[in-house]
C-alpha cells in the first residue's frame, strides 16, 4: 500500500508518499504560485511516485463536509488566485484515487492521534501557535465541527491585566488569542521574531498566559484527555509555566487530570504531524 | 413502549413517563433532599408508573461517562450529602430497566435534537442561560465530551468596555460568563431578579453582548448547524441584539450562516427540553 500526503500551504505545497508502515519513500517541496501551476506539479509527482489514496491537508477557509457539492474547494481566502479553487478534483481526475481532504490543523491532529501523542487516547485537540492560531478536534476517530472546520484560535480572550496590545488580527485586533499569541504578535509586540528572542523574555510570559486561556478553554468546551501544542511559538520551556497558568485559572473549579499527561508538545519531529495525518486519513479511506 | 424521564436538579427531581409518541402520561415533583429519601421516592413512582427504560439528566459534576466504573455518579458536589453517590444503580437494581445517564444540560441538547428546534440538522449545541450557564453539544447523535461533560459556561470572556462587576462565580469572579451573564449575576448587578425587570433594561444589553460571545465562542469552537437557547435570561426580546452583536464580533471573519436560523429559543414549551431529551435517551436505549 502507497500512501500519498499533500500539505497544502499559503507559501509551499509539501506532497509525500509512505509505504503502509508510514516510512516516507519521497518527498517535494512545491512553492504555491497559481492554482493550475502548483497543482499540475503535484500530479507530476504522484505519476512518478503512484499512491493508492491520498490525503490533504489544506489552508483555509475549505469546504472539508464530504457531502457538499464544494467538497475539497479552498473557499473565501485572501490569497490571490486561490478563492474557490477545487483542489480535490483535478487531483482526483488525474490521479484516479481516493482523496481525503482536511483542513491542515485537523490533519495535524489526526497525525497525533493515530500516530503521535494521541496514540492511546479516544480524544485530542492539537492547536498549532505559529503565523495563526489554529486547532482541530478529534473525538472517537471523528473531526469535531458540524458545519464546517472549527476557527479556534479566533475565539476572544480576557485579555491579561495591564496588556494594552493593539493586537494583530485583522478581523479581531487585540480581541481573540490569532491577535495576542500569534508569531506576528511576537513580533509586534518586541519588534523581533520568536525565534531570535530568549526564551526568558517578558513576551513569553504573556503568551504562556493566552496559550493556558487557550488550553482551559478547550478542556472546558471539549474534555479532550490530550491537549497537543504545536507550531513555531511554545517550547519545552513554556510548558510549566503554561501549565502552572491553566491551574491558577481553573482556581480548583473543574476537575482536571495531571496537566503532565493532558498538555503535551507535538510528538512527531520535524513539523511532521499534518503529513502524517495525511497518510493516516489516505489510509482510512482505503481500510474503511 | 413506556419511556421515563428523571431530571434530577439541586432543589427538585422531575419524573415523568411517556408513551412512544412522547405524550407525558404521569408526572411528578419531588424535592431534593436526601440522596436516599429523593431515589425512594423516584422508584416509587416509577413502581406505580413502570417503565422499559429511563433516561436521567442530572445536576454535576457528574460521572456521564459508560466505560466508566463510576458511570452514574454525582461527583465532587458542594451540594450537602450529594457528593460521590450512585444515582443510576439503586434506580437500576430496584427497577430492573436500562438507564441512560447525563447531564441535564446534554438531556436538553439531546431534545432539541431529536425533537425540537434540531430535528432537521446534525449538529447542535443548546446553552441554559439560567441560575447557571451551561452548554451541551451533538454531533451526529453523540454528545461532544471526551473524558466527561463540558463546563462551556466557565470559559473566559472579554469584558465589555467598561463594565466593572466584580462578578458571581465563586470560583472565576468576573472572568467566564457564569460569573457575569447568569441569573444571579442579573440580580448582583441590579439588586432586582431577571423576572423582575423591564426587557427594556440597560442589564439586559450587557447580557445580550455576554451571550452574543458564548455564541461565537461555540460557532468558532464547533460550527453547529443550530445554537439553541434556553434557560429562564434570554427571551424572544434580546435574540436581535444577541445575533447583531455576534455578526459586531466576527467582523466578517467566519462565514456565518443566516443568525435567524442558526440562533434560536428553545422550541420545546415548558421548561420541557431536558424532559424530552430524556425519553429519546430512553428509547435509544431500547432501539439501538
Chains 1, 2 share one sequence.
Not at 509525500?16 to 512553492?31: K, M, S
Request: aromatic share 8%; net charge negative; hydrophobic share 40%.
Amino acid at each position: 500500500m502507497r500512501l500519498g500526503s499533500i500539505e497544502a500551504g499559503g507559501t509551499k505545497f509539501i506532497v509525500a508518499v509512505a509505504d503502509e508502515n508510514y516510512r516516507i519513500l519521497a518527498r517535494r517541496r512545491i512553492p504555491t504560485t497559481t492554482p493550475a501551476e502548483t497543482l499540475a506539479a503535484c500530479i507530476s509527482f504522484f505519476q512518478e511516485n503512484p499512491v493508492n489514496a491520498l490525503g490533504i491537508g489544506s489552508f483555509g477557509p475549505a469546504e472539508i463536509k464530504r457531502d457538499s457539492p464544494h467538497f475539497g474547494t479552498i473557499l473565501n481566502t485572501p490569497k490571490p488566485n486561490w478563492a474557490q479553487v477545487d483542489v480535490v478534483g483535478p487531483l482526483k481526475q488525474a490521479l484516479q484515487v481516493p482523496a481525503a481532504f482536511t483542513t491542515d490543523v485537523n490533519a495535524s491532529a489526526y497525525g497525533e492521534y493515530m500516530l503521535g501523542a494521541g496514540k492511546k487516547v479516544n480524544s485530542l485537540i492539537y492547536f498549532t501557535v505559529g503565523t495563526g492560531i489554529g486547532g482541530g478536534a478529534i473525538q472517537d476517530g471523528h473531526f469535531i465541527g458540524g458545519r464546517s472546520h472549527t476557527e479556534m484560535g479566533h475565539a476572544f480572550v480576557k485579555p491579561y491585566s495591564g496588556d494594552d496590545f493593539k493586537g494583530v488580527c485583522p478581523y479581531h485586533g487585540n480581541q481573540c488569542f490569532e491577535g495576542m499569541a500569534s508569531g506576528p504578535a511576537i513580533e509586534a509586540r518586541t519588534g523581533q521574531r520568536g525565534e531570535d528572542l530568549e526564551r526568558s523574555a517578558d513576551v513569553f510570559k504573556l503568551i504562556s498566559y493566552y496559550t493556558a486561556q487557550l488550553v482551559l478553554a478547550a478542556y472546558l468546551n471539549f474534555t479532550p484527555e490530550k491537549i497537543v501544542l504545536g507550531g513555531s511559538v511554545i517550547s519545552q520551556t513554556e510548558l510549566p509555566q503554561i501549565r502552572k497558568v491553566v491551574r491558577e485559572l481553573n482556581n480548583g473549579y473543574v476537575d482536571l487530570p495531571d496537566l503532565d499527561q493532558l498538555l503535551v508538545l507535538t510528538s512527531i519531529p520535524d513539523n511532521g504531524a499534518a503529513t502524517m495525518g495525511n497518510f493516516a486519513l489516505a489510509r482510512r479511506l482505503l481500510e474503511g
